[in-house]
T-cell receptor, first 110, second 114 residues
Framework: NAGVTQTPKFRILKIGQSMTLQCTQD?????MYWYRQDPGMGLKLIYY???????DKGEVPNGYNVSRSTTEDFPLRLELAAPSQTSVYFC?????????FGPGTRLTVL | AQKITQTQPGMFVQEKEAVTLDCTYD???????LFWYKQPSSGEMIFLIY??????QNATEGRYSLNFQKARKSANLVISASQLGDSAMYFC???????????FGKGTSLLVTP
């Protein structure tokens, strides 16, 4: 099992550009999440999904969109990137009480 | 509102000593879960230990134990026999709502010295 994979690992965007962060899990988990981690802080929930076709907002959803067309994939879309979106983005999936995290995507918006 | 508080920004411990990392939480729910994660300098999130609100025994996983005091709403992590490889950020988190998403504290940086 590869677990939770994320691409890309690093990305630099210019203000106003858009991009999609990819997340895939091969554990057949229904629950998936996107978090962001700002420097010196804990993780904050952006969006989550309880199954294919079902998504909901977390604590900090503004500036982001998600979709969940399959159990495996949960991409995060950034529209009109802003410097405030500079962060490390973690995707996770869960089964019962354990969350499995991907390695993270380090995004810089200049 | 669900809130996790970690009041120790940084901690030092000598190798082979035990260390306690503090975590307090606030929730009005009766059913919740508490987690500890380790984040080394490489950045990945490593699950350490879980405690359910209805669990009567404190959780243990190898050198990690969770000192769960429900009435005081605290869930402190105890690391016994610290090793140099334990140097990392440690995050306390609480499961919220029905989606199993986690609410994280700001973390404690632990440095283990020889």
């Amino acid at each position: 099992n590869a677990g939770v994979t994320q691409t890309p690992k690093f990305r630099i965007l210019k203000i106003g550009q858009s991009m999609t962060l990819q997340c895939t899990q091969d554990m057949n988990h229904n629950y998936m999440y996107w978090y962001r981690q700002d420097p010196g802080m804990g993780l904050k929930l952006i969006y989550y999904s309880v199954g294919a076709g079902i998504t909901d907002k977390g604590e900090v959803p503004n500036g982001y969109n998600v979709s969940r067309s399959t159990t495996e994939d949960f991409p995060l879309r950034l529209e009109l990137a802003a410097p405030s979106q500079t962060s490390v983005y973690f995707c996770a999936s869960s089964y019962l009480n354990e969350q499995f995290f991907g390695p993270g995507t380090r995004l810089t918006v200049l | 509102a669900q809130k996790i508080t970690q009041t120790q920004p940084g901690m030092f411990v000598q190798e082979k000593e035990a260390v306690t990392l503090d975590c307090t939480y606030d929730t009005s729910d009766q059913s919740y879960g508490l987690f500890w994660y380790k984040q080394p300098s490489s950045g990945e999130m490593i699950f350490l230990i879980y405690q359910g609100s209805y669990d009567e025994q404190n959780a243990t996983e190898g050198r990690y134990s969770l000192n769960f005091q429900k009435a005081r709403k605290s869930a402190n992590l105890v690391i016994s026999a610290s090793q140099l490889g334990d140097s990392a950020m440690y995050f306390c988190a609480m499961r919220v709502g029905s989606g199993y998403a986690l609410n994280f504290g700001k973390g404690t940086s632990l440095l283990v010295t020889p």
